[in-house]
């Protein structure tokens, strides 16, 4: 789409394939300081620069001075309009090749981004879902014209459509705990294809829908027997956190292992009680599964966790080697760690959470104001 004085819009979808595919790109985010400083757009070769729209009412001259003269400028404000008129001021001042962020960040944090992990020894492929402006990851099985979604966001048409364009029914939704960064979308979509909806039991004790129970040891097949999602009851992000062994070769970790980081356990009030559930969970019953298994978390924190095609990836042992959270020899230290030097909880987080419980019905709108800024599940999350 193209408006007046030679601007342009770009979707989510392109800036985050140039983001992934390395190339350069520089922002003039034109929201406030503080709204810039807890969440913005980053990436290996984005640069930026913060001006505040409302100083640039009068003139986009402190701009000007500020863009390179040699590449494309992309403005970006929180849903749009803003940008447009920066974008617009920009261009009449003689800048060439301004663009606006389509949806600004309101889109950016909705955009999910399929990336396949790989096929599955026992017939079928993995999916990972990568929601590049929150920090979420979902993921889709697939086998024999079925499919199951883990930890699907509120937005589920895109896995909607990419089941009919692989020709496959959704025969399972579930969730590995009650989140409180993002409003889940998995009983939405259970409802929406005719599925089953699973959920920890001892996550649902205040939830005001019907589940399925997600109890410790059970076996979900998918594509009739070909596939088979064991789950592994890993409490200490929350009390009923549930990682994921699919084929003998992936460990869906939820938010308590993260590529950088482990689960923090206070979302629900509960830090001091959960810290051992957590050691436990990270220190006896990982430690004892294959360190080949590739381990796929449910959140990342920063850009620099993205790997190959922007896919969130790593093997169990080399997190045990390599991961902070994994490395605390004391058993004292690390409970400090887990409930004193915490990051800032996720907006809205508590809200969130009585969202997912069924408790409250907010309108879309209040939805998005609800997820904006960056998930900070991580202990290590900035």
């Known amino acids: 789409m193209t408006t007046s004085a030679s601007i342009s819009s770009m979707k989510a979808e392109e800036a985050a394939n140039l983001i992934i595919g390395g190339e350069r790109l520089f922002i003039l985010d034109v929201r406030n300081e503080a709204d810039y400083a807890d969440w913005k757009i980053e990436g290996k070769r984005v640069e930026a620069v913060n001006i505040p729209y409302f100083e640039l009412l009068d003139g986009v001259d402190e701009a000007l001075a500020a863009l390179p003269a040699d590449r494309e400028v992309l403005v970006v404000c929180a849903k749009e309009g803003s940008s447009v008129f920066v974008a617009r001021q920009l261009a009449e001042a003689g800048v060439s090749g301004v663009r606006y962020l389509e949806g600004g960040m309101k889109a950016w944090s909705e955009y999910v981004r399929p990336v396949k992990i790989g096929d599955l020894r026992g017939g079928g492929e993995l999916y990972q879902f990568v929601r590049m402006g929150k920090g979420c990851l979902s993921y889709m099985i697939f086998a024999s014209g079925e499919a199951a979604v883990i930890d699907a966001p509120r937005m589920t048409e895109t896995f909607l459509r990419v089941a009919e364009e ?45 589940y399925a129970e997600l109890a410790d040891g059970a076996r979900i097949a998918v594509g009739g027997a070909t596939i088979e999602i064991h789950a592994l009851h890993s409490p200490g992000h929350t009390i009923g956190s549930t990682s994921f062994l699919v084929d003998g070769t992936y460990l869906l970790t939820g938010d308590i292992l993260f590529v950088a980081s482990i689960g923090r356990p206070d979302l629900a009030g509960l830090a001091e009680d959960w810290a051992g559930d957590l050691h436990e969970t990270l220190y006896e019953r990982y430690r004892a599964l294959p360190e080949e298994l590739i381990v796929l978390p449910a959140h990342f924190g920063s850009w620099q966790e993205l790997g190959e095609r922007g896919a969130v990836a790593a093997r169990l042992g080399d997190l045990f080697a390599g991961n902070p959270g994994l490395n605390m020899a004391d058993e004292t230290a690390f409970r400090r760690m887990v409930t004193e030097q915490l990051p800032r909880h996720p907006n809205a987080y508590e809200a969130i959470r009585q969202t997912n419980m069924g408790r409250l019905t907010p309108a879309i709108e209040e939805q998005r104001e609800m997820e904006s800024g960056p998930s900070r599940c991580a202990i290590h999350d900035n």
């Open 166 to 210: 692989r020709g496959a029914r959704i025969r399972h939704t579930l969730d590995t705990h009650l989140h409180a960064d993002h409003i889940s979308g998995g009983r939405q979509l259970a409802l929406q294809s005719g599925g089953t909806y699973w959920l920890p039991p001892k996550d649902a004790q205040e939830v005001m829908f019907d």
